[in-house]
């Protein structure tokens, strides 16, 4: 059995010494002291991981220049910064390059053999996808995934899309249907056409043949002639979401225009030719609802001519962190907040999530995590501390209850509000002072120092703080 290989790029020789004596027995290893002579062979080498020292005390490199070269080469391999006494910010500037993730000097042995196997796992999975998907880059095009499911799916979309078959796609709400409408009629002969989309469920049943088929003039006091959604739609994608909602009146309709490609404004009497590609999505069981009387078996077979089914959030366990991650980079660029990542406490807790509302609910609690975090990485407070909507109930306005959380989250949870607190308490009595604040809490710097970068508190916010 192959042992993986791992390279460690640290100028300090007894530091890699001791490594390696605590890593030899499960990984191959190799090192160099030198970030020129290192970066060579790991060009050479093709290591499975990278550890890496953050500062070279007698190099022109530091460990963010060094990491800067490994990311431009041929197929990266995950690396993990090693940190001694560096500032907060260059570690978020090496997790914004790139960095796996990183460990603050003295590595802790259970927290780095850890760290290592999930670096050995992201690394693997990323050749897998590589070697099953040498143009990933055509095939997901701008839909962020990393889940074989839903590669299966986007293959799906591309299939039909240079095809004129009526799609129908399934799959419950915030899996991301509208997308995989867009992807298809971009990727289809009437993607220089219009695309025009209606959610049959936004408009009462009087309304919603208006909003579709349109309505001629007089056809109630006071209109005009009016294009619908279908005719909008001409050498183009009309888009209809939640169409199990449609009313049945407006089914009937919508059958004669898919068979015969004509309608009939409200109001009018005289037919119209249309020529458009129909892409339907429900979140609606719509077997059941034919089964009920509320959605017509003829139409349902009408529009199922293709079908795509997307699977939930949970469903698709290898998009969650890199939805997360992207949701993360794209709102703390919006926001201006110098972010590196995710407390580990917080993405175990993202992937112990069902995630009920899929990719939107991901979305709005990293969006809200954005807005919370004070520091350079996201902890449990900032993510899930203060949602009505999420399963941590909160209280009279005070401090989020844990009852509903399993017992080991809500420990984790209560245990990081109160290191915090506490940290950012000392941190402020001392005005930003490390060695100060860690004399108060009666610890070494090095190790208040650690608890800091686990809990993203950055000691510059606290030094124009004065103790009361």
Known sequence: MNCPRLFLLDDDPDFCADLEAVLGSRYNIEMAHEPDAGLKKIGEVGPDVVLLDVEFENSDMNGVQILEHIRAMDNP??????????????????????????????????????????????????????????????????????????????????????????????????????????????????????????????????????????????????ADARMGKLELAAGGTLFMDEVGEAPLSLQVKLLRALGEKNFVRLGENVERQVECRIVAATSRDLAKAIAEGRFREDLYYRLNIYRIQ????????????????????????????????????????????????????????????????????VGLGDMFGADPGSSVVVGNGAEPQKESLPLKAASDQAKEERERRYCANRLREASGNVSKAAEASGVL????????????????????????
């Open 77 to 222: 391999p995950p690396v993990i910064m090693l940190s001694g006494r560096t500032r907060v910010s260059t570690v978020v500037e090496a997790m914004k390059l790139g960095a796996f993730h990183y460990v603050i000097k003295p590595a802790d042995p259970p927290e780095l053999f850890n760290l290592v196997e999930r670096a050995l796992v992201s690394g693997r999975n990323k050749r897998q996808i590589l070697a099953q998907r040498g143009e990933l880059g055509r095939l997901t095009g701008q839909f962020i995934c990393g889940d074989e499911s839903m590669f299966r799916v986007l293959e799906q979309a591309d299939t039909v899309a240079n095809t004129t078959a009526t799609v129908l796609i399934t799959g419950e709400t915030g899996t991301g249907k509208e997308m995989i409408a867009r992807r298809i009629h971009d990727g289809s002969n009437f993607s220089s056409g219009p695309y025009v989309g209606i959610n049959c469920s936004a408009f009462p049943a009087d309304l919603i043949e208006s909003e579709i088929f349109g309505h001629g003039k007089a056809s109630f006091p006071g």
């Open 310 to 377: 997307l699977p939930t959030l949970s469903q698709r366990p290898g998009d969650i962190m890199v939805l997360a991650r992207h949701f993360l980079d794209q709102y703390a660029s919006e926001n201006a907040r110098p972010i590196a990542g995710f407390s580990p406490a917080v993405e175990e807790r993202i992937l112990q999530e069902t995630w009920p509302g899929n990719v939107r609910e991901l979305r709005n609690f990293v969006e809200r995590a954005v807005i919370n975090c004070r520091g350079g990485l």
């Open 445 to 468: 710097r090095q190790s208040f120092q650690r608890k800091l970068r686990e809990l993203g508190l950055d000691p510059d916010d606290f030094k124009s703080s004065k103790s009361a």
